[in-house]
């Protein structure tokens, strides 16, 4: 069964600019301004965090991609450049909707996958770093441009990236805009694994729909351990662990999982 529909809005699918659709309980999301190399807009980071909220809802994985051959180049300069004419805060809302759309990432309850193929820069690398977990095209270019034209990152790279990388790797990485080939993101943590161009296709698919079979309430509460984990001490973070597995087994979902397995070995 599949299920589709063009962003949260009425527009129809080559005027939306977020497309979402499910499929075998797969949420694919399709940032969809191809001709901008799908740049961010005030609207397009609503509608991401719109569609991210209501295919939490009805799927059990989500994939963000981008259309066109390329994830995601960053803001829109154009529309930057006509909010920063009508004043400091005219611009808040580019900056709050991307926020908040990266934001909900760690908050819904489903693994959320970036499957990137072409550019992912400056907003769109921002992006990836806010994913659960972060798939590569052979032929994924990464980076942070900001300084490459005087701007500072304003979607959640001057905190995210060093947590993921390190102080030494962020810094020297924001601050000269290099760029990272997907052998570079995976050997720097930013990504799990990378496809050849024949195999992209079929081996998000295969990884996302794998997810989709796993229990979703252990799948749950796996990854919310880990981002409330990464925010507190470590004593902390293993008391949490403590009590929702306690939880976790008193809960028909567990016995269903431990019923399976022994019913198994004693075969």
């Not at 030494?168 to 990504?191: E, F, P, S």
Request: a negative charge.
């Amino acid at each position: 069964m599949s299920e589709s529909q063009a962003g949260a809005d009425q527009a129809t699918p080559s005027e939306a600019t977020v497309l979402t659709e499910i499929t075998n309980g797969v949420g694919t999301i399709t940032l969809n301004r191809p001709d901008r190399m799908n740049a961010i807009t005030v609207e397009l980071g609503e509608r991401l965090h719109i569609a991210l909220l209501e295919t939490a809802v009805r799927a059990q994985v989500i994939v963000i991609r981008g259309s066109g051959g390329n994830f995601c180049a960053g803001g829109d300069f154009h529309e930057l450049e006509r909010l920063r004419e009508a004043g400091r805060d005219a611009t808040a809302p580019l900056f709050a909707n991307f926020r908040s759309a990266c934001d909900v990432i760690a908050e819904v309850p489903v693994p959320v996958i970036c499957a990137i193929e072409g550019y992912a820069t400056a907003g769109g690398f921002e992006l990836a770093q806010a994913a659960d977990i972060v798939l590569l095209h052979e032929n994924a270019v990464l980076a942070d441009i900001h300084s490459r034209y005087g701007q500072v990152p304003g979607g959640g790279g001057t905190q995210r990236l060093a947590r993921l990388v390190g102080r030494q790797r962020a810094l020297a990485h924001i601050l000269t805009g290099d760029r990272l080939t997907a052998d570079d993101a995976i050997a720097w943590g930013l990504a799990y694994r990378k496809y050849s161009a024949a195999e992209f296709e079929s081996g998000v698919r295969d990884f996302a729909e794998q997810l989709s079979t796993k229990n979703p309430v252990a799948l749950a509460r796996t990854k919310r351990l880990v981002h409330q984990g990464l925010a507190m001490p470590l004593a902390d973070g293993l008391n949490l662990e403590f009590e929702t597995v306690l939880d976790h087994l008193t809960s028909s979902s567990a016995k269903d999982g431990i019923g399976s397995f022994t019913a198994g070995s004693k075969r």
